[in-house]
C-alpha cells in the first residue's frame, strides 16, 4: 500500500491557461474520486469512477473540467481555461467496494491550484 | 438533500482538557457516520468511524457514538495532546450512493 498520490502538488497558472492534475490511487482500489476543498470549507465531491467508467458528476463540474480514467488506474483532471475562482486545493480520493473497510476513502495530499 | 453541520472553529485548548467538536447530520436514509483529520501538510485521513445506529466509533483516544435520535455524531477526547491540533471533518456516507458528503471542518488547537 503506497497511498493516493498527486501530481503536480501546486500549480500556479495565469488566467485563461489550461492545468491537468493527476492521481495515482492505491492499485487494488476500483473507486476513484475527485473533490475540490477551498478555504475554511470541507471537500466537496466532484465525480467519481469506478474502474475507467465515470458513474458520477456533480453540478459543480462545469464543462471547462473533464476527468479521465483511460484503463481504471491513474485518473486526470483537466481544467481548460482557468477562472480565479477555480483556485482551490484538488483532492484524489480512493477505495475499495469490497471488505470491511470499503467505506474508507483515502486521500492524497491534494494538487494546489492557484490562478493568478 | 443531506448534510453535515459542524461548530465553527478554531477551537483553541490547552493540553488534557477535555474535547468535543459536534457535529449533527440530516440524512434521508441510514448512512454511515466518519470523522476525517487532516494535519498540517498531509492529506485527510480516517480517524473513526460508525456504521450503524449506536455504534461507538473509536481511535487514537477519539470516540464518537452514531446517535440516531439526536441525529448526531460527536467527536470527544479526554485529554488532548499538542499533536492533535488539526483540522477536523466529519463526514457521512451513503453505500448506494457511493460518495462522502462533509462538513466544513473544525480547526482545532492545542496550546502546550
Known amino acids: 500500500d503506497t497511498g493516493v498520490s498527486q501530481d503536480p502538488r501546486h500549480k500556479i497558472t495565469k488566467r485563461g491557461q489550461n492545468v491537468t492534475f493527476r492521481c495515482d490511487p492505491i492499485?487494488?482500489?476500483?473507486?476513484l474520486y475527485w473533490y475540490r476543498q477551498t478555504l475554511g470549507q470541507g471537500p466537496e465531491f466532484l465525480t467519481y469512477?469506478?474502474?475507467?467508467?465515470?458513474?458520477?458528476k456533480s453540478r459543480l463540474l462545469s464543462d471547462r473540467f473533464s476527468a479521465e480514467r483511460p484503463k481504471g488506474s491513474f485518473s486526470t483532471l483537466e481544467i481548460q481555461r482557468t477562472e480565479q475562482g477555480d483556485s482551490a486545493m484538488y483532492l484524489c480520493?480512493?477505495?475499495?467496494?469490497?471488505?470491511?473497510?470499503?467505506?474508507?476513502?483515502?486521500f492524497g495530499e491534494g494538487s494546489r491550484l492557484t490562478v493568478l | 438533500g443531506d448534510s453535515v453541520t459542524q461548530m465553527e472553529g478554531p477551537v483553541t485548548l490547552s493540553e488534557e482538557a477535555f474535547l468535543t467538536i459536534n457535529c449533527t447530520y440530516t440524512a434521508t436514509g441510514y448512512p454511515s457516520l466518519f470523522w476525517y483529520v487532516q494535519y498540517p501538510g498531509e492529506g485527510l485521513q480516517l480517524l473513526l468511524k460508525a456504521t450503524k445506529a449506536d455504534d461507538k466509533g473509536s481511535n487514537k483516544g477519539f470516540e464518537a457514538t452514531y446517535r440516531k435520535e439526536t441525529t448526531s455524531f460527536h467527536l470527544e477526547k479526554g485529554s488532548v495532546q499538542v499533536s492533535d491540533s488539526a483540522v477536523y471533518f466529519c463526514?457521512?456516507?451513503?453505500?448506494?450512493?457511493?460518495?462522502?458528503?462533509f462538513g466544513s471542518g473544525t480547526r482545532l488547537s492545542i496550546r502546550p
Open positions: 463526514a457521512l456516507f451513503y453505500s448506494s450512493a457511493s460518495k462522502i458528503i
Open positions: 492499485s487494488e482500489h476500483n473507486r
Open positions: 469512477f469506478q474502474n475507467e467508467a465515470q458513474l458520477e
Open positions: 480520493a480512493s477505495r475499495t467496494t469490497s471488505g470491511s473497510r470499503s467505506g474508507e476513502l483515502f
